[in-house]
């Protein structure tokens, strides 16, 4: 196990997920899908602060224009940190009432692209859309559950993760974001083992934490498993890249579904973690949505 993982918040998310730094604060942002949660996390001070959201929380970005966006259950909404208020901009999926949101991103033009899920696990009704100037467009179907997407450095490629059928995928993406090419990336086979959310370093390798595999493993841009981050909590959810140089890796958790024996075997699950990398992360963008 890597000695120098260390937890920095043990504060056993039931689904930790989505983080996102925030260079301007050096803060860390990220939800717990379960437990109704978003979190932040302080680098500087380790000051930690907690929002009760009013649905199952899915993700959260910083809006260009101030306050959040973030994903809940049912849709897109404002986030007012400050005063903890949630307004709703979009209802998403609603003829799938079993449906939720899942994980979300970013990209170089303030588009929010995010995936939704059967809340079952069990039903591919999951969708891939992409969320601009006030539009929201379906660009890939067919999941039971959704996680990422992400982008390489030159916004060429995005990534895409379809966690029960343990696929990465990989799209050629073109300047307006319309999606062609959908490929194989990377597969595995490991029993009770799934892929998570995905995050692209600035070299091009794509980083994808392992839920039920211990840790988060790091692929060349060719598919080429290059390096495993050992975590001591089983269910890993995704990884984000932070601090002043974007070499700190941070990792959300989750202790969801753990036996009582399990749960004593692993204390720290649902905790953050972070650990130090050698290359740096691609910063993290700003939503530009409707006004």
């Known amino acids: 196990m890597s000695s120098d993982v260390e937890c920095v918040w043990p504060l056993a998310a039931v689904l930790g997920e989505g983080p996102v730094w925030s260079p301007g604060d050096s803060t860390l942002w990220f939800v717990d899908i379960k437990g109704s949660r978003i979190h932040a996390f302080s680098e500087s001070t380790g000051e930690t602060r907690s929002f009760v959201t009013p649905e199952s929380a899915a993700f959260v970005f910083h809006d260009s224009r101030g306050g959040m966006v973030c994903g809940l259950r049912s849709g897109l909404y404002r986030f007012e940190p400050s005063s903890g208020r949630f307004d709703a901009i979009l209802k998403v999926d609603t003829t799938q009432p079993a449906n939720r949101l899942n994980d979300g991103y970013v990209d170089t033009r303030g588009r929010l692209w995010f995936g939704t899920m059967d809340d079952e696990e069990r039903a591919p009704t999951g969708v891939l859309y992409r969320f601009a100037g006030n539009r929201l467009d379906t660009m890939d179907t067919g999941y039971v559950i959704t996680n990422g997407p992400a982008m390489c450095p030159d916004g ?8 029960q059928g343990k696929c990465l995928y990989a799209f050629d993406i073109d300047g307006q974001g319309v999606l062609s090419g959908k490929r194989r990336f990377v597969t595995w086979a490991e029993p009770d ?3 998570d959310g995905p995050a692209v370093d600035s070299a091009g390798n794509v980083w994808v934490a392992m839920f039920g595999g211990w840790g988060v493993r790091c692929y060349s841009p ?33 202790s969801v579904g753990l036996t009582p024996a399990q749960r004593l075997q692993q204390p720290l699950a649902g905790g953050l973690f972070r650990t130090r990398i050698e290359i740096a992360g691609l910063a993290p963008h700003e939503f530009a949505g409707p006004p």
């Open 193 to 195: 083992v799934y892929p």
């Open 156 to 163: 060429r490629i995005l990534y895409h993760v379809d966690t």
């Open 222 to 254: 060719q598919g080429e498993l290059l390096r495993v981050i050992d975590v001591p909590v089983a269910q890993c959810t995704k990884a984000a890249f932070g601090g002043a140089d974007l070499r700190t890796l941070y990792i959300t958790t989750a």
